[in-house]
């Protein structure tokens, strides 16, 4: 059956990343006997000087009719001074909240050719193979009230934490289910010492914890997970948190392993499209130079076929295409200033995986 894939290349290195990534994909294509499709919409700054708008009605209803959305990255220094209705990341929260996108996914996993420029000593982050499943449309970052007061005649602040047991039992449900096909371990991170939310979270992951008879659960305060994920962070398969402190252990974790080109994530709903792209940004910085690493997109579209299409073996094939040209010692800038290899450009690096 073909795979209809809307593409959202967006701004700055967006553009070059997506173009390989697709070229590589089409490639894969006629390898494996998969068939895709592609179709192209727009969104942020590009979008906005295109159409006024940083999401298009027409990119929100590509998206709804594809099977999976493939993005690269918004945002950029000519978009930074315009009003919050005209700004690039609009178009991306946008897009997340029209596919109802309530799980994040991050993987962390150790790169063997890249362990000696991680921060941490090789012996702790060498067996590195983690994947954080955030909360993405619940808790303080959406409940209400969220504003300034006067208290007593001075300025007070308020802002709310709220999840109904549905959005707390789907999340949960997602990260035993993704367990399921890894390592079998769930850790449930909350605040249940404290948090009532946190406490409602505990009692449901103890509750759904039945049905998934072949994963273990384990519960750990927010404070000890991020200290455990820096003392040893081999013991996490499945770690399973609420929309602010998946934020934060998400970014700790990603600084774990090799670099910021490196590192894929998902984003999905119950049952429509996922949205996978590079947790990096646009980097304008470089963009237009053939520096950018496409390794990240490459590996968000390895993820996509993976997780939207189920094509597990295909999926590790492309892992594999990539992590041999770091190992062959193809690769940008970036990574090449840690491991001291020659750079390439971001084409040199498409063309030896494909
Ligand atoms: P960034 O991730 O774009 O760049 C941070 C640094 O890492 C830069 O020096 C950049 O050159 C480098 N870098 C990032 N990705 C790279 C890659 N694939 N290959 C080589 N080097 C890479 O973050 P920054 O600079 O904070 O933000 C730049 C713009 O991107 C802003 O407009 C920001 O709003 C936007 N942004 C968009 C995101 C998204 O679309 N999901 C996420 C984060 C930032
Ligand atoms: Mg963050």
Known sequence: MTKKIAVLPGDGIGQEITEGTVDIL???????????????????????????????????????????????AVGGPKW??????????????????????????????????????????????????????????????FGEPSERRQVAGEDAVVDTLFYTRSEIERILRKGFELAQIRKKRVVSVDKANVLESSKLWREIAEEIAG???????????????????????????VVVTENLFGDILSDEASMLTGSLGMLPSASLSET??????????????????NEANPMAMILSAAMMVRVSFGWEKEATLLEEAVFQTLKAGVCTKDIAAATNRAPVGTSDVIAEIK
């Open 211 to 237: 049905d998934y008879p072949d994963v273990t659960l384990e519960h750990m305060l927010v404070d000890n997970a991020a200290m455990q994920l820096i003392r040893t962070p081999a013991q996490f398969d």
């Open 272 to 289: 429509g499209p996922g949205l996978f792209e590079p947790v990096h940004g646009s980097a304008p910085d470089i963009a237009g130079r």
């Open 26 to 72: 089409h490639t894969f294509s006629s390898l494996f006997d998969r068939s895709m499709t592609f179709e192209y919409g727009l969104i942020g700054g590009h979008a906005i000087d295109e159409t006024g708008d940083p999401l298009p009605e027409a990119t929100v209803t590509l998206c709804q009719s594809s099977d999976a959305v493939l993005l690269g």
């Open 80 to 141: 930074d001074r315009n009003p919050s209705h005209l700004r690039p990341e609009k178009g991306l929260l946008g897009i997340r909240k029209a596919l109802g996108l309530f799980a994040n996914l991050r993987p962390v996993k150790a790169i063997p050719a890249l362990l000696s420029s991680s921060t941490l000593k090789e012996e702790v982050v060498r067996d590195v193979d983690l994947l954080i499943v955030r909360e993405l449309t619940g808790g303080l970052y």
